[in-house]
């Protein structure tokens, strides 16, 4: 399943970050860590709870 994932304006240099040390480094951990922290603050503003969330992917 493909998911598409939007960052805040505010965590681009954050992403960025992430992103290219796990591309240069093959340490993927800050990177993992700020796609929950997106997918969670996005379930936050629609509503849905992150455990209902979690059961509906699995």
Request: proline share 2%; hydrophobic share 45%.
């Amino acid at each position: 399943m493909a998911m598409n994932i939007i960052f805040q304006i505010e965590n681009r240099l954050a992403y960025y970050d992430a992103l290219d040390k796990a591309h240069t480094t093959e340490d993927y951990g800050k990177f993992v860590e700020l796609v929950v922290k997106e997918v969670e603050a996005s379930l936050d503003y629609i509503g849905v709870p992150c455990e209902n969330a979690l059961i509906q992917v699995m």
